[in-house]
């Protein structure tokens, strides 16, 4: 009994242990980490929300998407505020199709907001490792998409957990929300000196053609998420570290 206990095992540990490794292969992992602090007003959070469910199903980012080796890539929605407040807003979602992102961009309209503390984009960092840590498809690029409208005032330093990612393959890219007026109580929260892509280029993104994107005003947004997302999965990027307006 005991051999043949053993080789049932043996047989088993055979039979399933490819189907552990066969997890399935896209283009990209691409996380989309949004700030929701404080200094994030109800215009800036419906701005982030509708600007990703818009450039999501936008044709050009699909003709990028469905053009890689793949055809599909997977991404998940992380909103991030203070030093322990993160949450995965949508889970890993596999794109492979116009009805697929359509999916993906009327979840993310219609779930609410999660926090509204202090900004903490080490901490958004941090997490989001873990996110890509767990997905369930594989991906040879990681890319962690941090978008927001102020410098890290919490957490620990936001250049450890940069260079922590870009230790383990991770690519760290920006877009940057810039304030009309700066906040009365902290006006270089939003408005460091500067300026805030330029905080973004030397603290925050990092890795293989790294960039930051700034969208000046609510006009320019939605067409900054869609020229950040094609350049990030068709991996044209511009010269590492450039901000693009």
């Known amino acids: ?22 997890a399935e292969q896209v283009d990209l992992l691409l996380i989309l980490a949004s700030d929701v602090s404080r200094s994030v ?35 998940t929605f ?6 322990s407040s993160q949450r995965v807003v949508i889970d890993w979602t596999l794109i ?3 009805d697929a992102a359509r999916k993906f961009g009327d979840q993310l309209i219609e779930l609410p907001r999660s926090f509204a503390e202090r900004t903490s984009i080490s901490g958004g960092i941090d997490f989001s490792l873990g996110v890509l840590a767990r997905a369930p498809y594989e991906s040879p690029r990681r890319t ?19 260079d ?28 460091p000196p500067g300026g805030l892509g330029e905080y ?12 930051v994107m700034v969208a000046e005003n609510h006009n ?6 869609v020229k950040k997302m094609i350049a990030e999965i068709a991996f044209n990027a511009p010269p590492r570290g450039v901000i693009l307006r």
């Open 164 to 191: 922590e990612a870009l230790a383990k393959g991770v690519t760290i890219n920006g877009l940057v929300i810039l304030s009309d007026r700066p906040m009365p109580w902290n006006p270089e929260h939003t408005n």
């Open 78 to 83: 992380v909103e991030w505020s203070g030093v």
């Open 96 to 98: 492979d199709s116009p």
């Open 41 to 75: 007003d109800q215009v800036k959070f419906q701005l982030q929300r509708e600007g990703y469910a818009a450039a999501i199903a936008d044709k050009r980012v699909l003709e990028a998407i469905t053009s890689g080796h793949n055809r599909r890539i997977a991404i």
């Open 220 to 225: 320019s947004f939605g067409q900054a998420i």
């Open 200 to 211: 973004y280029r030397q603290n925050v993104i990092g890795g293989a053609g790294a960039f």
């Open 144 to 162: 962690v998409d941090v978008s927001g409208d102020g410098t890290n005032n919490s957490g620990r330093d936001v250049g450890l957990a940069r």
């Open 1 to 22: 009994m005991h051999a043949l206990r053993t080789l049932l095992i043996a047989v088993a540990v055979v039979v399933i242990a490819p189907l552990a490794r066969a």
